[in-house]
């Protein structure tokens, strides 16, 4: 699973498709989920989406 930002939303999109060869999920990332980290996976700006495999 990737956190992205909106600058890195399509470089995890792209690196799960590479990885898994499938579609992956994207979701937006709740602000109020405490459980999960809100950073980006490729930088420090707050994430927006996660993306699943």
Wanted: net charge negative; with cysteine; aromatic share 6%.
């Amino acid at each position: 699973m990737y956190l992205a930002c909106n600058e890195h939303i399509e470089l995890a999109i792209d690196m799960t498709v590479d990885e898994q060869e499938a579609a992956p999920i994207v979701d937006k990332v709740e602000a109020n989920n405490d459980n999960l980290s809100t950073t980006c996976s490729f930088c420090e700006n707050e994430a927006i989406y996660s993306v699943n495999p």
